[in-house]
């Protein structure tokens, strides 16, 4: 589970080339852990603490990014993943929204309120392994909430990296 006070930095890391698994590290302490089943899969496990999402994009032309349970039938969230100027719009239960924008020449990420507050912005480095950092600079205000809307932004970063590599 991630425990941050706001603005705080952790490590979002890939420790060997050959898994699709990946690690968001505070220091040597592993906040969560980012799986895929298989090299081709599109599905995502993501384990944090006690807690458990899976992650999973369905559809050919509207693709579709569902956020559900491990046992459960109906997802917590679906979100269009349609990239309109270089933003998405996450739709969150309960009538509410967040924004990620996109700059994939960059490899940055950042999550914003409808209000344009910075939630988080994530920024990769390219090389044999990929790696990053993640600051969280209101987790207040969505991440005790909706904690899997960090992955969410890790996924779709992914799925980003994977498209334009």
Not at 25 to 42: A, K, M, Q, Y
Not at 129 to 154: C, H, M, N, Q, S
């Amino acid at each position: 589970m991630i425990h941050l006070n706001s603005l705080h930095t952790i490590t979002f890391a890939q420790r060997s080339v050959w898994k699709r698994q990946y690690e968001l590290l505070d220091g040597e302490t592993v906040l969560g852990t980012l799986s895929f089943p298989s090299i081709f899969s599109d599905q995502l496990k993501v384990e944090s603490g006690e807690r458990c999402w899976i992650l999973e994009k369905k559809g050919i032309l509207n693709i579709i990014l569902t956020v559900r349970l491990p046992d459960a039938k109906k997802p917590i969230a679906t979100i269009p993943l349609k990239l309109k100027r270089g933003m998405y719009t996450i739709k969150l239960p309960r009538y509410r929204s967040v924004r990620l924008l996109t700059n994939l020449l960059k490899s940055e990420y950042v999550l914003k309120t409808t209000m344009n507050t910075t939630l988080c912005t994530l920024k990769l480095q390219r090389g044999p392994r990929l790696t990053g950092d993640l600051v969280i600079e209101k987790k207040e205000e969505f991440l005790p909430e909706y904690p899997w809307l960090v992955y969410v932004v890790a996924y779709i970063a992914l799925l980003g990296q994977r498209n334009s590599a």
